[in-house]
């Protein structure tokens, strides 16, 4: 029984791994490093290729007595996704389906997919449940969605999947040995620790004046490793006959721009160097999760709170500035 990830050489991939193989699970990963690294991958077995190449990934069912896939290979610039969309539907979409056929011959019936709450676009509600409609507002999303809709449908066929919508991801591995590069991750605590330990960074909040109590967006920030587990509990959630479904993963609490910046502050004990911008087009004001279902469903809740995916996101980056390079 062995569990396949893919894009397990990147950031919430590798931290799944570990995740997996502290959960006793074997774990064998699929990446092409184009956006990971192979650094990332402690302890596990790496295999450098692409998922759309189905002779490769027979090879690598069959060697490997595959049983589940976890699933994150992807590409994920909401920016370059609206710059590049045949990119994003080839990669994203295109050769998802290239892997799920290949799964399919080897009647491998477990799937966990990564997907994203930008699929709601502004929720008119949070904190959204799974029942909000959806609504993506950029290729990104539409992808995302995209392999939702194809999950849903290859249900008949039994294929059992679930799809987590995580929220937003953040922070290190509490060892340090695993975190976010700050010179291709767009997300705001890179962007923010960047501000904090690199002169030449100029770091601006993209508008302070949204209906929120202090004027900031809102959104909920997932500890990466409370996000690795909730894929063991994905997987566990599946051998126990569950039926495919999607799930909220974050914490169900939203911060705003200026908490973090607040909170950065006393964990780095100096203020972030930061100017006040136009509001960004596009940026919903407020998204978090209601997460009751993975509570119910999954038995999974986040454990870690804002100030330890700071503190560690803080270690990494102070320790890593060039990532793995
Ligand atoms: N980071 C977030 O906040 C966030 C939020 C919502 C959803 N997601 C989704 O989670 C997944 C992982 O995100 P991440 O932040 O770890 O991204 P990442 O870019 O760090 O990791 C993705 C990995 O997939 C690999 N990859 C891409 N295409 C591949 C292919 N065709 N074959 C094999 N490997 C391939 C890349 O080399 C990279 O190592 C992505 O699907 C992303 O869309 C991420």
Redesign the pocket.
Known sequence: MTTLV??G?????AHTVRALQNAKRDVVV???????NKKAVIDAKLIV????DQKLVAKICRKYKVTNVVH?????AVGESMTHPMKYWQ??VS?TLKLLETLQAHDISRFVF?????VYGTPKSSPTTENEPTNPESV?AET?LAVENILRSLAIDGLNSVSLR?F??AGASSDNKIGEDWTTSQ?LIPRVMRALLDDKFKFEVFGNDYATPDGTCIRDYIHVEDLAVAHVKALEYLESYGKTTVCNIGTGKGTSVKQLLEMTAVVAKREVPHTIGARREGDPVSVYADVTLANKVLGWHATQDLQSIIQSAFTWHSTHPNGFR
């Not at 050489?9 to 991939?13: D, E, K, L, R, T």
């Not at 699929?30 to 990971?36: A, V």
């Not at 290729?49 to 759309?52: E, K, L, S, T």
């Open positions: 893919t894009g050489a990147g950031y919430i991939g699929l990446d092409t490093l184009e956006r990971g290729g692409d998922i759309a994150f290979a992807a590409y994920k990669n994203n050769s990564s997907s994203s709450a930008s990104y995302k995580y937003n991801a997300n």
